[in-house]
């Protein structure tokens, strides 16, 4: 069985301060992790994927997360926040293979403030 | 690349009716669609997965005669609400998964608001 326990359900940082949201996983196989961003209203968005290759993951707009198997953490990180990246994040894991569902966590509002 | 539609983006339906939605993947072909449900602050929930040219297999506490799943291409999976009811209310979002050359990636629609009176 696999899952993923996001600490924190709601974030607030002040616009260029770090963004740090946490994902920790628990797996019993090897496992892909990925974060995703979803905005009002509309679906979600892959932001980056683990797939056991490099541990250090940069995605899209900015973001990058660390695979850290000795912490069992995979979380997500950005130097400066911007306006534009208020919105709910989702870390997901699956087995480490292809099409296999995903179990995702239960989420994290990020609000940022000017 | 890996665009994935819904249709419609949002219905209102009256108690008792039924409800399709499509997922479409537009540029490229799935095997594997997943449908999910989330409700108003909360994560995603797996319904069912869809292969195409086969049966859908449902999660747990899922009602397959509720919620039926044709996955009968490999662009195109419709989810049908039968007799929708008002706590079928949710927003309804699907994926896929490509058959090419990133098999591990879902790549998510943009969901379907779905409001039963």
């Known amino acids: 069985a696999q899952s993923v326990t996001q600490l924190g359900s709601h974030v607030s940082v002040s616009e260029g301060a770090l963004v740090l949201l946490r994902c920790n996983y628990s797996?019993?196989?090897?496992?892909?992790l990925f974060w995703y961003v979803q905005y009002p209203n509309q679906g979600l968005q892959l932001l980056l994927k683990?797939?056991?290759?490099?541990?250090l993951v940069k995605g899209i707009n900015g973001f990058e997360a660390e695979f850290k198997k000795s912490e069992t953490s995979f979380h997500l990180t950005k130097p400066s926040a911007h306006m534009s990246d208020a919105a709910e994040y989702f870390c997901a894991v699956n087995k480490a293979g292809t099409a296999s569902k995903l179990t995702f966590g239960t989420g994290t509002r990020l609000q940022v403030t000017l | 690349g890996a665009v994935v539609s819904q249709h419609p983006s949002w219905v209102i339906c009256k108690s008792g009716t039924s409800v399709k939605i499509e997922c479409r993947s537009l540029d490229f072909q799935a095997t594997t669609m997943f449908w999910y449900r989330q409700f108003p602050k909360q994560s995603l929930m797996l319904m069912a997965t869809?292969?195409?040219?086969?049966?859908?297999?449902?999660e747990q506490g899922v009602e397959k005669d509720k919620f039926l799943i044709n996955h009968a291409s490999l662009t195109l999976s419709t989810l049908t609400v039968t007799s929708a009811h008002p706590e079928d209310s949710s927003f309804y979002i699907c994926?896929?998964?490509?058959?090419?050359?990133?098999?591990?990636?879902?790549?998510f629609g943009p969901g379907t608001r779905l409001t039963v009176l």
């Open positions: 994926s896929a998964v490509s058959t090419g050359t990133r098999p591990d990636t879902q790549y």
């Open positions: 683990y797939t056991s290759a490099a541990t």
């Open positions: 869809s292969n195409e040219g086969s049966k859908a297999t449902y």
């Open positions: 797996s019993s196989v090897p496992p892909y």
